[in-house]
Structures are given as C-alpha cells and as structure tokens.
C-alpha cells in the first residue's frame, strides 16, 4: 500500500464511521470522605433520601450555601454519585459551586460542611457569604 492510498483509506474510514465528540466535564462537586461519611449517616433511612445543595442570595456578600433534604431529583438537578452518597446540585447554582469540594468538619464548638470553592473571589468577615 502506498503512501497515498494510506491516505485515501483513512480518509474514506472516517467518512464512514460516526465521530464521537468526548466533552471534558469538571465535576460539580467533590466530597470528601468524612462528607461521605456524614451523609451516609444522615442519609441512612428506609426511604433514600438526597441532600440539594444550593445558593441564595443572602449575606454581606451577596451568597449563601443552602443545604436540604429531599426525597426526590428534579428536572435539571445535577446528580453527584460518590462512594455510595448521592448529592444533587441545584442547576441554579452549577456554575457557581462547580469545581468545589464539600467538607464535613468538627471542632469543639461546632460540626458543619464547609465549601472549597474556586470560584470565590471574596467572603464577608464572618465567613458566612461569598461573592463570584
């Protein structure tokens, strides 16, 4: 075979065969394994359950991480399988928690889930609100 009909088969292939077209994705929300571990806590009932996370506008800043349980996905939820836990991320708030990683931390004050966001370009002094 030479050079030119080479050419010639691997162009006649490729019309031929359906390009697939493979998208990177960012995932929307990494949990951490003592985030797992809490929620499988939380969420070990008879009736699966689901934590939502979302954003308000609220705060100094201007937003504010909301988190609530739910017994089902909504239309354009954005479903985070890990480890056993499922997550469901509010589409109104995919693009600002996308890329983060959700924490769960204790201290001797306090037990919370707390974000690592990329995104934020700025919190108030409490540390409650965030800005993107």
């Known amino acids: 075979m030479t050079f030119s009909s080479a050419i010639r088969q691997a162009a006649a292939n490729s019309a031929t065969k359906p390009s697939t077209k ?9 949990l ?13 009932q008879d009736e699966p359950q689901f ?12 937003n504010s991480y909301m988190l609530e349980f739910t017994k089902k996905k909504d239309k354009f939820d954005e479903v985070v399988d ?25 201290d001797r004050l306090s037990s919370q889930f707390v974000f690592h966001n990329p995104n934020v370009k700025g919190t108030c002094g409490c540390g409650e609100s965030f800005t993107v």
């Open 22 to 30: 493979l998208r990177l994705r960012k995932a929307p929300l990494i």
């Open 32 to 44: 951490t394994p003592a985030a797992v571990q809490r929620l499988k806590n939380l969420t070990n």
């Open 51 to 62: 934590l939502r996370v979302g954003v308000k506008t609220k705060g100094c800043s201007g």
């Open 82 to 106: 890990q480890d056993g836990v499922t997550v469901l991320v509010d589409s109104k708030a995919l693009l600002t928690v996308l890329g983060s990683e959700m924490d769960y931390v204790e």
